[in-house]
């Protein structure tokens, strides 16, 4: 059975930086496209960054290009979100996701169970 164990999440000032990381296990971990997804009180969850198979290809929702930097670690089975220049609207639940495939282009077929990035003014 996959599952994903995200970690790495908190409360952080406006600029400051985090990282979280998401431990993949249950199946071979270069079977899957990776990708960070995240959920604001109140609003629905949103697409953050996604990473191909290969790790050869990356892509970034707009709100957090230049700031947010997505990478995996095939040695340790684990996705990272490097996330800097935070900004109180970056506050959600980060989720994240693997969809068995080469990219992540459709709905993730595996989620993690999230963890909460707080960014105080």
């Known amino acids: 059975q996959v599952q994903l164990v995200e970690s790495g999440g908190g409360l952080v000032q406006a600029g400051g930086s985090l990282r979280l990381s998401c431990a993949a296990s249950?199946?071979?971990?270069?079977?899957?496209?990776m990708g960070w997804f995240r959920q604001a009180p109140g609003k629905e969850r949103e697409f953050v960054a996604a990473?191909?198979?290969?790790?050869?290809?990356?892509t970034y929702a707009d709100s957090v290009k230049g700031r947010f930097t997505i990478s995996r670690d095939s040695a340790k089975n684990t996705a990272y979100l490097q996330m800097n220049s935070l900004k109180p609207e970056d506050t959600a639940v980060y989720y994240c996701?693997?969809?068995?495939?080469?990219?992540?282009?459709?709905?993730?077929?595996?989620w993690g169970q999230g963890t909460q990035v707080t960014v105080s003014s």
């Open positions: 996701a693997a969809r068995i495939g080469m990219a992540l282009t459709t709905t993730p077929n595996y």
């Open positions: 990473i191909t198979r290969s790790g050869l290809i990356t």
């Open positions: 249950g199946r071979t971990f270069s079977d899957f496209a």
